[in-house]
T-cell receptor
Framework: GNSVTQMEGPVTLSEEAFLTINCTYT??????LFWYVQYPGEGLQLLLK?????DKGSNKGFEATYRKETTSFHLEKGSVQVSDSAVYFC????????????FGRGTSLIVHP | EAGVAQSPRYKIIEKRQSVAFWCNPI?????LYWYQQILGQGPKLLIQ????????DSQLPKDRFSAERLKGVDSTLKIQPAKLEDSAVYLC????????????FGQGTRLTVV
């Protein structure tokens, strides 16, 4: 079946540090890939997405590139802020069947001033 | 546009009691999802509706959980009787009925079973 694997958290960084959160997936065909962010006490919000190989999704300084050859969709940001502290979820929607979304376990990011 | 609305935000019940959650999706979104998110884990899909029909409910514990979406708009999720392990955040999401379309989430209902 389909699955998403994210790096274990928490990831703890100082403000302005470089961020990478790894995400790899297992799925047949060409799924669409997403990163969601969840702030404390809130629901999930879409951060960015990519729908085909080599696409780069970007938003609010975050970016991720759909790598079919390594089945990865790593999230990066060049300079994190305290306000980026949240839980980040990688997700996929398969390209066939019933298009059921699958989420990773989430990676907590803590940014210190 | 208005977001996905859920109620209540919080609920505390004793085990073996029943509870119901309500969701109103974004207008025009034909697809509606209910997810269970246990602390420290990613959301797990319980049931997916397309209009008022069920697309997938393979992970819904049908002996105690039920969900309906009358008229293809609002939805309710019910647990009867609740167990301690049902303590979680229940998220509702909706999306347009298109391939590769992202889901929009409500704020969730935090359920504590004591």
């Amino acid at each position: 079946g389909n699955s998403v694997t994210q790096m274990e958290g928490p990831v703890t960084l100082s403000e302005e540090a470089f961020l990478t959160i790894n995400c790899t997936y297992t799925a047949t065909g060409y799924p669409s890939l997403f990163w969601y962010v969840q702030y404390p006490g809130e629901g999930l919000q879409l951060l960015l997405k990519a729908t085909k190989a080599d696409d780069k999704g970007s938003n609010k300084g975050f970016e991720a590139t759909y790598r079919k050859e390594t089945t990865s969709f790593h999230l990066e940001k060049g300079s994190v802020q305290v306000s980026d502290s949240a839980v980040y979820f990688c997700a996929l929607i398969p390209s066939g069947g019933s298009y059921i979304p699958t989420f990773g376990r989430g990676t907590s990011l803590i940014v210190h001033p | 546009e208005a977001g996905v609305a859920q109620s209540p935000r919080y609920k505390i019940i004793e085990k073996r009691q029943s509870v119901a959650f309500w969701c109103n999706p974004i207008s025009g979104h034909a697809t509606l999802y209910w997810y269970q998110q246990i602390l420290g884990q990613g959301p797990k899909l319980l049931i997916q509706f397309q209009n008022n029909g069920v697309v997938d409910d393979s992970q819904l514990p049908k002996d105690r959980f039920s969900a309906e979406r009358l008229k293809g708009v609002d939805s309710t999720l019910k647990i009867q009787p609740a167990k301690l392990e049902d303590s979680a955040v229940y998220l509702c999401a909706s999306s347009r009925p298109l391939v590769n379309t992202e889901a929009f989430f409500g704020q969730g209902t935090r359920l504590t079973v004591v």
